[in-house]
């Protein structure tokens, strides 16, 4: 109910079934519709039958790169379908030793950027029954009728601040490049927030942190968030309590999105992932645009040779508190 | 909730938590205290080995726990000891103090300086400025644990 692109897809199934028979990979990772037809979760596919669930939909939003920590322990050699963020994911994790790159392959696919289920509603009216696209067009069906939307009005948070929708790294690329996106307001959130006295920014977060069920998916989604032992589970020192109160809750996220200077990528996974929609990508962008006025700009993920600027100094590099 | 927490202005005293550096500030204390001047009891000291071993939940658990104002001194750029540690300290307090300025912390309850161990002098201005901050600024109830009485 929800295929854009009926010949994207045979050709990436071909040339991954060919890759996947051949024995040139022993796992794919790709995904496949899950339990509803607004949600495409993560395919493991490892024989022949299983490239019949893959599906390149609009609601392939999950980071598959995450995923080669795991399945790289068990399998030799893993092809990976990689968007844009995906690929700098790959990346991330490949300048933090955490994967190698001859065990990879990647197939690149060039995203046109994945729709917010919620939006979808919201601008339906009704409960929708699913989607058709075209040319830049959504029509959602619902039992009331039909309605049509500008694509661009339906994606994802995360999408929307997306400068990089090719990916940066692939052995093969399979779909027609996007080119480099223009986007004006990548930190106007960030500045409204800037702009707010003290006291309201703390309660904005102590109201929106309240919410935290400390489920630890945003962590778990983000690829930055390799360490094999992570702070909120480690025991001595006991950094993070266990207590359900404000206080806890500050502690985790505040710390999560320090973890991420200058290694963060802006997927917005953690969003993503969040069950309680935690604006968790604000964070991280508050992080990003901080480092880049402070020590140059810099993307994380882009390429593995530039370091992160937590990596490295200047003598005279500029400092945030009175004293230089 | 706790007394700690009806405390009027009046009869209220921050309490300062200050990670000094062991070869620089932590030494600058020691000259003050041996110079025989005067800084604020407000100010706890906690010494650790160089301001780029600051590992930023130490501040985190500070304002857990009853800090009204968490002070990092080290050395002054291009005096560390271990050569490069508060360099790559001041890029990683910096990127924390916007973190805890955008969480909605008032700018002035986490501050870094660097102070020499020559400069006892230096060292008991910062201390008296920081507590003459925050004792302008009240207590400070963000991120307070409310299990957590205050010590002072």
Redesign the interface.
Known sequence: MAERNVDELKKIRDVVSQDLLGGRIDLLLGWEKGHYWWQSRPLFAAREEDLEKLTWDSFCAVNLSRYLLEELKDHQKVGVLVKGCDSRAFNRLLQDNMVKREQVILYGLPCPGMLDYKLIVHYAEAEPVGIVEQNGQVVIKTAAGEKTADRQQLLMEKCRGCLYPDPVVYDQLLLEPQGVKEVEERFKSIEE??SLS?????????KELSRCLRCYACRQACPYCSCREC?VEQENPR?Q?R?Y????N??FH??R??HG??RCIDCGECQRACPVDIPLQE?NR??IK??NE??GHYEAGLDNETEP??LT???D???????? | MSTALNETKANWEPLIVAFCCTWCSYAGGDLAGTSRMSYPSNVKVIRVPCSGRMN??FV??AF?RGADGVLVAGCH??DCHYT?GN??G?????????????????PERF????ISSSEGDKFAEEMETITEKIKALGPNR??????WQSVT
């Open positions: 927030l800037e003290d006291e309201e920014r703390y309660a904005y977060w102590e702070f950094w309590g207590a109160q404000p206080s806890e500050f502690m505040l710390i999105a320090y200077v200058g964070l508050k992080l901080d480092i402070l020590y600027p937590l100094y200047r003598p590099d500029p400092a945030a508190f009175s004293e230089k | 930023p939940m985190l658990r857990q750029p291009g490069t360099y790559h001041r890029r990683r307090l910096s990127a924390f103090k916007k973190l805890v300025e955008f969480a909605g912390f008032e501050e870094v300086r660097w963000k991120m307070r644990d409310a299990r």
